[in-house]
């Protein structure tokens, strides 16, 4: 749904069909799952509660929703079938909110929530609880039902759904940091027990916890990745970029990491093991292998539709690859990059294919680190492609990458005194 759309009352989910994207029904909604927040932040919504034709119940997050509209949910591809299993963070809105007893906060009168708008934020994907349906007045004897007057009010409007402020479990703590960048909240799991951090790394989502995963260390990544379900720690590998996940499955011993493979969707694990055959300081050991790829009648309208995606690192959406089929990496030939400064230049219907910047060498996947180091340097680059003596184009490497491999292995323990002043106050960040 775009932006800016109106809201939805979750009512009208219930039961609704879910669709793939050829069109073709793969089961229906039977409840929405949230994540609650310290005060009165309204709740993100997590995702849906999917029933498919075989009676299981899975989780299909909201990242992989295209649309909810005329009564159906688009779902993005691909989803996991394994078995919804309910985290100590998650609240079901239909199981656990709707019916509820809360307060008014306006006038103290305890009232009953009959019903709950979600909607999705601006120019973001994230969707919230923003508004609660409710009924005044107090049910009556098993004889008689007291209908009172109903109206709708704010998600502040209310209390008795929120964490309290001050909270121990790892569901106030998670609330807590929420905003934090991934490379943030890391440092705090970082610096937290090892108990404390099994517990706050067991109520993420799988996305959260990928993107925290790859800001770590290497003992912590594997002392957490040793502490999930093998099931669960195959999902999260799935979420990880290719060349993070390659990189921690290379670390972890040879059983454990075959039998991490073999839960993986069959393409996921096809490109860990690609990575993994090359040498971990080389382009190959280096790329992802999802970079914007596409074919030479594409163009400028739908290379930018690809670089719009929220998922990608600005590094990785500064270009894109245009290469002949097939469009998955390993590709056809290479033929050319298109930067994106170009392709705002050039109006919507240009082929992207006439854009082409083709006069730098790619880097091959033997590529050295000093190699490619170089290469940023001289040409002023963010992200490179890497192509094999066949001229298909195997992935790309981006600049953060590269500093991660150059930079000291504790650089990550460093604080970084950003200014100076007079005085010799310091102000410090974290790199990210």
Not at 122 to 142: H, L, M
Not at 252 to 268: C, I, N, T, V, W
Not at 311 to 338: H, I, M, N
Not at 345 to 366: A, F, G, H, K, M
Request: glycine share 6%.
């Amino acid at each position: 749904m775009a932006a800016g759309a109106p809201r939805i009352f979750v009512s009208h989910l219930a039961g609704v069909p879910v669709f793939d994207p050829n069109g073709d029904q793969v089961g229906r909604v039977r409840d929405l799952v949230v994540m609650l927040r310290v005060g009165k932040r309204p709740p993100r919504v997590l995702g849906l509660v999917v029933e498919l034709s075989t009676r299981r119940r899975i989780f299909l997050p909201m990242t992989r929703i295209s649309g909810i509209e005329s009564g159906q949910v688009i779902s993005t591809g691909v989803m996991n079938v394994r078995r919804f299993e309910q985290r100590p963070t998650e609240r079901l809105v239909f199981g656990e909110l709707l019916d509820r007893r809360v307060t008014l906060v306006e006038t103290g009168e305890e009232v009953t929530v009959l019903d709950m708008s979600v909607q999705q934020l601006p120019a973001r994907r994230d969707w919230e609880i923003d508004r609660v349906f409710v009924r005044k007045g107090r049910k009556g004897s098993a004889f008689r039902r007291v209908k009172g007057e109903t109206m709708t009010v704010d998600w502040s409007g209310v209390s008795g759904f929120s964490l309290e402020e001050h909270g121990q479990g790892a569901e106030n703590l998670l609330a807590t940091f929420e905003q934090l960048r991934p490379a943030d909240l890391a440092n705090v799991l970082h610096h937290l027990s090892p108990k404390r951090r099994a517990e706050v790394a067991a109520a993420l989502d799988d996305d959260r916890l990928a993107d925290v995963l790859e800001e770590l260390p290497e003992d912590d990544q594997i002392e957490i990745l040793g502490k999930l379900q093998e099931e669960r720690a195959a999902d999260v590998l799935e979420a990880m970029d290719p060349d993070d996940a390659a990189d921690l499955l290379s670390e972890l011993p040879e059983e454990d990491k075959e039998r991490l493979l073999s839960l993986m969707q069959p393409g996921d694990a096809a490109d860990m093991r690609r990575l993994m055959s090359y040498e971990e300081h080389t382009a190959g050991g280096l790329m992802t292998t999802e970079p914007i790829v596409l074919r030479p009648d594409a163009t400028v309208a739908d290379a930018l539709a690809r670089v719009r995606n929220p998922d990608l690192s600005p590094a990785l959406a500064a270009q894109v690859y245009v290469c002949r089929p097939p469009d998955e990496t390993p590709t056809g030939k290479y033929l050319g990059t298109a930067h994106f400064q170009r392709l705002l230049r050039d109006p919507p219907y240009t082929l992207v294919s006439s854009l082409l910047d083709d006069d730098l060498q790619p880097l091959s996947p033997d590529a050295s680190l000093p190699v490619i180091a170089g290469f940023f340097a001289t040409y002023d680059m963010v992200a490179a492609p890497v192509v094999d003596e066949a001229g298909s184009l195997l992935g790309a490497v981006t600049v953060d990458d590269v500093l991660d491999h150059m930079l000291p292995d504790d650089w990550r323990e460093t604080e970084f005194h950003l200014e100076e002043s007079p005085e010799g106050d310091k102000g410090a960040g974290h790199a990210s």
